[in-house]
Nanobody, 123 residues
Framework: QVQLVESGGGFVQAGRSLRLSCTVS????????MGWFRQAPGKERDFVAS???????AYADSVKGRFTVSRDNAKNTVYLQMNSLKPEDTGVYYC?????????????????WGQGTQVTVSP
């Protein structure tokens, strides 16, 4: 059974930074394509970033240049460094994994999800 646990969310002012972490247990982390999605109140869950097993990354246009996704296979952990945060970045951030190479921007491509961590950015 694969389990994902996110941490690092919180309340920050606009312009500040946060780093989210997601630690995976079970399965073979080094082979997973890992993704980050977020969901604002009353909205759908949207793609934020992804990183493949060989560290190819992808970003939503809204976060490109501000967010960086990375992974540490020795720690079974994926990170999301979020800089220059904006109020519109507010939401619950979810870590997710897939064992294939399905389209990373599509939530249905993923097999397992974490419980989510809240990020709130004040103006």
């Amino acid at each position: 059974q694969v389990q994902l646990v996110e941490s690092g969310g919180g309340f920050v002012q606009a312009g500040r930074s946060l780093r989210l972490s997601c630690t995976v247990s079970g399965g073979t982390f080094s082979r997973y394509l890992m993704g980050w999605f977020r969901q604002a109140p009353g909205k759908e869950r949207d793609f934020v970033a992804s990183i493949t097993w060989n560290r190819t990354t992808a970003y939503a246009d809204s976060v490109k240049g501000r967010f960086t996704v990375s992974r540490d296979n020795a720690k079974n952990t994926v990170y999301l460094q979020m800089n220059s945060l904006k109020p519109e970045d507010t939401g619950v951030y979810y870590c997710t994994s897939q064992g294939g190479s399905r389209p990373p921007r599509v939530s249905g491509s993923y097999d397992y999800w974490g419980q989510g961590t809240q990020v709130t950015v004040s103006p």
